[in-house]
């Protein structure tokens, strides 16, 4: 159970990441989810090295972090995927 939930939190997390870029992100949505599953990972990282790894009640200060780890790395890897795919549309 414990993958399905990642997968449908990075999910979550990938659209409102890219919902929160300006912009359009030409990601297609399954890298956005893999983006999100990262975001996630990379947001109970901070969380846990702030100290805010487990709190009574809901974590605002975990998932705000998870929200903005995602941000960053959709934004960068939308970057990424452009420039990838870029050099193959030029061969």
Known sequence: MGWLWAIIV????????????????HSPLWLATIFGIIGGIAGNALARAFGIEATPGIDWGRHALQVAAAVVIVGLGDMLYMSMRGNKQRA
């Open 10 to 25: 990075g999910f979550v997390l990938g659209l409102i990441a890219k919902a929160i870029l300006p912009g359009k992100q």
